[in-house]
């Protein structure tokens, strides 16, 4: 490997990360991508809440159109948890293919930090999480 390829992987080292998405193919893009660039990736497509209560990560990566439970309850399940157990909040991100600006507004409201749009451009998703987790190490 040579050496731009080792500082690129380099960029989300050690990062646990929890991405719920239902859609087989994109999860599974998503989950090659961010282990590609160094990160411990939980990929679900249900069940969502449990796993990044269980796993506590450094940042969660939802689908907002989940079937069973939309990504506004889920996070607003992982924020209720964070606080009960005095814990820090963890990276959110919201993704969907809504490209409105109420579901952007919503996502905030709700308890995510973060927001993106599908098709999801990698560096773009990989940079975002990278700035916010330096941020959040910083806070």
Do not use: W
């Not at 990360?17 to 590609?36: G, K, P």
């Not at 506590?56 to 607003?76: N, T």
Request: proline share 4%.
């Amino acid at each position: 490997m040579n050496e731009v390829a080792r500082k690129k992987v380099a960029r989300l080292r050690h990062a646990r990360i929890v991405l719920i998405e239902d859609d087989s193919e994109n999860r599974a893009s998503l989950q090659t991508l961010l282990e590609e660039e160094g990160a411990e990736v939980v990929a679900v497509a249900e069940d969502g809440a449990e796993a990044a209560i269980m796993h506590l990560p450094d940042a969660v990566i939802c689908d907002l159109d989940l079937p069973g439970m939309d990504g506004f309850y889920l996070v607003q399940r992982l924020r209720d948890h964070e606080i009960r157990g005095n814990l820090p909040p963890c990276v959110a991100i919201a993704l969907t293919g809504h490209g409105g600006e109420e579901y952007r507004l919503r996502s905030i409201g709700e308890g995510f930090q973060h927001f993106m749009t599908k098709p999801v451009h990698p560096d773009a998703l990989v940079t975002l999480i990278m700035d916010a987790l330096n941020a959040r190490a910083v806070t």
